[in-house]
T-cell receptor
Framework: KAGVTQTPRYLIKTRGQQVTLSCSPI?????VSWYQQTPGQGLQFLFE???????NKGNFPGRFSGRQFSNSRSEMNVSTLELGDSALYLC?????????????FGPGTRLTVL | SQKIEQNSEALNIQEGKTATLTCNYT??????LQWYRQDPGRGPVFLLL?????KEKRKERLKVTFDTTLKQSLFHITASQPADSATYLC???????????FGKGTKLSVKP
């Protein structure tokens, strides 16, 4: 079974631009969660999608948004990029929603904002 | 305030010894706790899950304990090997928030 894939792997943007990151979960997994990882804050939860609906949202500004498609693929969007948005963005999939299931993480997208 | 802390940012041990990593939390009531391993440039990989009613869980050379009174989980790697060198993350669920909350990790280095 193929693992979680994320595209692109690396991205460089400038302040004020917007960016869209993509995540394809493991086949059969319907829950996709997004996390931001930085050296200072560690791994922080952004949001979770299940069956195309946002199930839960972390404490991030409205510039961070996401969606999930009928095939469970997910995208997240960050508008009006700030320098502090530079981070590794990870998505994770699980078979069902809820935290009793282990999360399968993708390799991440490294976003650099200049 | 709510906190989840992994006591050491870095831990250096000799090959063959037991590595013990600590995860403490404050003002959470997790139903379970998970441990992940993360290698540089890669996403975390799930290792073990322990529920609040379980004292200990084992998987090969790995052992996890969970003490809800002390609000602490210990993660042990016995007979450690250089290949065990990585960052280890603990994560707990928070019933009221409905998502996993991660510690910042402990970077383990096992020297031959």
């Amino acid at each position: 079974k193929a693992g979680v894939t994320q595209t692109p792997r690396y991205l460089i943007k400038t302040r004020g631009q917007q960016v869209t990151l993509s995540c394809s979960p493991i086949s059969g997994h319907r829950s996709v969660s997004w996390y931001q990882q930085t050296p200072g804050q560690g791994l922080q939860f952004l949001f979770e999608y299940f069956s195309e609906t946002q199930r839960n949202k972390g404490n991030f500004p409205g510039r961070f948004s996401g969606r999930q498609f009928s095939n469970s693929r997910s995208e997240m969007n960050v508008s009006t990029l700030e320098l502090g948005d530079s981070a590794l963005y990870l998505c994770a999939s699980s078979f069902i929603a809820g935290n009793t299931n282990e999360q399968f993480f993708g390799p991440g997208t490294r976003l650099t904002v200049l | 305030s709510q906190k989840i802390e992994q006591n050491s940012e870095a831990l250096n041990i000799q090959e063959g010894k037991t590595a013990t990593l600590t995860c403490n939390y404050t003002n959470y009531s997790p139903a379970y706790l998970q441990w992940y391993r993360q290698d540089p440039g890669r996403g975390p990989v799930f290792l073990l899950l322990i529920r609040e009613n379980e004292k200990e869980k084992r998987k090969e050379r790995l052992k996890v304990t969970f003490d809800t009174t002390l609000k602490q989980s210990l993660f042990h790697i016995t007979a450690s090997q250089p290949a065990d060198s990585a960052t280890y993350l603990c994560a707990l669920d928070e019933r009221s928030q409905g998502n996993l909350i991660f510690g910042k990790g402990t970077k383990l280095s096992v020297k031959p």
